[in-house]
């Protein structure tokens, strides 16, 4: 079965502090891919990343950076100087090489970045 | 990109009647359309998979009597939520996959309905 844990519920951080969401999956899958989507206020999911099982390459976009270690089953991400806009649900989701099959998300982290 | 498009994105009903929410892909052909459910705080929890004229496919523990979906094109799938009652109210999200899908892998989602029952 595959899961996804996200074992951080809320973190609270004051502007321009760096602030990592941790990500744990489990799958017997050799083959799988890996996203990360943010949920604003508003409610729509705005996709942030996705990584295949087989890319272990650490990825930055600004002031985003995900930290992918299959040793730990972990997906990592990182935000660099945090601001108040970054204030949302962080989903962590898992998809299993197979076609026509969902996502399968982690219950989220809900971000607060104060000024 | 790939855009779907859902509609209604907010929608009050009174128990009893039935509600129902459309999405549409826009500028692919969504053969695989999964649809979620958002309780507030809560994850998004799969309800069931429907791919293009078949019927769907319900996670466990998902009433398929009161979530009707129909996904008869390749450009349209509907939620019903027949008999809503307040326990109904929550945020309901479309994903579709496809062909000539966009830079997410295939996965695009629609902006959710938010639905209140009262």
């Known amino acids: 079965a595959q899961k996804v844990t996200q074992a951080q519920t809320e973190i609270s951080v004051v502007e321009k502090e760096d602030v990592t969401l941790d990500c744990v999956y489990e799958?017997?899958?050799?083959?799988?891919?890996l996203f990360w989507y943010k949920q604003p206020p508003s409610g729509e999911l705005v996709f942030l990343i996705r990584?295949?099982?087989?890319?272990?390459q650490n990825e930055i976009s600004g002031r985003y950076s995900w930290n992918f270690q299959k040793s730990t089953s972990s997906f990592n991400f990182t935000i660099t100087a945090s601001q108040v806009v970054d204030s949302a649900v962080y989903f962590c989701a898992l998809r299993i090489n197979q076609a026509g099959t969902a996502l399968i998300f982690g219950k989220g982290t809900t971000l607060s970045v104060s000024s | 990109g790939a855009v779907v498009s859902q509609h209604p994105s907010r929608v009050i009903c009174k128990s009893g009647t039935s509600v129902k929410i459309e999405c549409r892909s826009l500028d692919f052909q969504a053969t695989t359309m999964f649809w979620y459910r958002q309780f507030p705080k809560k994850s998004l929890m799969l309800m069931a998979t429907?791919?293009?004229?078949?019927?769907?496919?319900?996670e466990q523990g998902v009433e398929k009597d009161k979530f009707l979906i129909n996904h008869a094109s390749l450009t349209l799938s509907t939620l019903t939520v027949t008999s809503a009652h307040p326990e109904d109210s929550s945020f309901y999200i479309c994903s579709a996959t496809g062909r000539g899908t966009g830079t997410a892998y295939g996965y695009t989602f629609g902006s959710g309905t938010r639905l209140t029952v009262v």
């Open positions: 429907s791919n293009e004229g078949s019927k769907a496919t319900y």
């Open positions: 799958t017997r899958d050799t083959t799988y891919y």
């Open positions: 990584r295949n099982s087989f890319d272990e």
